[in-house]
């Protein structure tokens, strides 16, 4: 059968078998190229959800009225782990304040900022109930080396605290500023954010860890979305899942010494691949001051502002 169509091919356009084979990569690539990536349709706009039916948030998705109605309800408290070390602490200020106008206004938060310069933590005034700890670490002269730990710490400060202080947990990236509302909409038992680099690439081309040898290793064939390491949420027992599970990547590769590509990103990457988010974030939510706004962003919330790596990390 296979030979009678070959030759019923070769017939039809007058190839041969190198020819045909060649004819086929092409349409094969031509397919490729125009699927539309997993988080656009056809027209271009966020689709509602993810595959295995969790929802992705964006404007429009919520009534930020009724979900506060219902969560004020519940009387929770988020706990939010910020890190600044070194040269980010200059972050902080924009940062907090911006939180202040815009991040779980009327909710109880509790920020906790690791850093290894306490003294560089500015004054900001935190609107009602919300709180801030500042925990001293270690500093660091590999920035590396900041970003891969910062999964042991909080592992850590679940552990010794949040299991009982929070109901739910985000790390943040410091070096970010809010521009709109961050609210309850954004809760879930696992919640990850789709990189506002990546969201309209293939799975091919995310930049996943890709040597066998990592334990943040994904296959071409595999993964569904690009995470950001930014913004990583969910219910405290959850992250402290991710966290941990992470952590003892890390330290398997660490033994092995290889890094992963995008340090602990790509260990996110790799967890959020066979745990899925149970909610995922547009890039509404992590979105980046270099890029221009596009027009399936109706709203820019959270963001990554400009800097200067070789200014401001310990090493290049
Ligand atoms: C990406 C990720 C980041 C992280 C990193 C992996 C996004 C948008 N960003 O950003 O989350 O996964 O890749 O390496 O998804 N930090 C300090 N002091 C330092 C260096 C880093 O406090 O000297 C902390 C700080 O909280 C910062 C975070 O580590 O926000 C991540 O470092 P980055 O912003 O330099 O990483 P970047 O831009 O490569």
Redesign the pocket.
């Known amino acids: 059968m296979k030979v009678n169509l070959y030759l019923f091919f070769r017939a039809l356009t007058g190839l041969s078998l190198i020819g045909l084979v060649y004819l086929g990569l092409t349409f094969h690539w031509i397919k490729l190229l125009y699927r539309p990536p997993n988080v656009l349709d056809s027209q271009g706009n966020f689709l509602p959800m993810a595959p295995w039916s969790a929802p992705i948030v964006r404007e429009g998705s919520f009534d930020p009225k009724l979900i506060d109605e219902i969560y004020k309800k519940k009387n929770i408290t988020i706990a939010t782990t910020?890190?600044?070390?070194?040269?980010?602490t200059q972050?902080l200020k924009d940062f907090l304040e911006s939180a202040e106008q815009n991040y779980f206004v009327g909710f109880r938060v509790h920020y906790y900022v690791f850093?290894d310069l306490p003294e560089k933590i500015p004054a900001v005034k935190l609107g009602e109930d919300h709180h801030l700890t500042v925990l001293k670490v270690a500093s660091?002269n590999r920035?590396?080396e900041?970003?891969?730990r910062?999964m042991e710490r909080m592992e850590e400060l679940i552990e010794s605290r949040l299991l009982n202080e929070a109901d739910y947990v985000f790390s943040l990236?410091?070096?970010?500023k809010f521009y709109g509302r961050w609210g309850v909409e954004s809760l879930g038992s696992l919640v990850g954010a789709i990189?506002?680099w990546y969201y309209k690439t293939h799975k091919e081309w995310f930049p996943y860890e890709r040597r066998p040898e990592s334990q943040a290793y994904i296959s071409y064939s595999e993964g569904d979305y690009y995470y950001?390491?930014?913004?990583i949420g969910g219910l405290v027992k959850n992250v402290y899942q991710l966290a941990k599970t992470c952590r003892e990547q890390l330290d398997i590769d660490a033994a092995n010494s290889i890094e992963a590509a995008?340090?602990?990103?790509s260990h996110?990457n790799k967890y959020f691949l066979y745990n899925k988010p149970s909610k995922l974030l547009s890039p509404e939510y992590?979105w980046?001051d270099r890029k221009p706004k596009t027009p399936e962003i109706k709203i820019i919330r959270f963001s990554?502002v400009y800097?200067n790596?070789h200014e401001?990390?310990?090493n290049p």
Do not use: C, M
Request: a negative charge; aromatic letters at 16%.
């Open positions: 910020v890190f600044a070390l070194g040269k980010y972050f850093t660091s920035w590396q900041i970003s891969l910062r990236d410091v070096d970010s990189h506002p950001g390491g930014a913004v995008w340090q602990e990103e996110l992590l980046d990554q800097k790596y401001i990390r310990p």
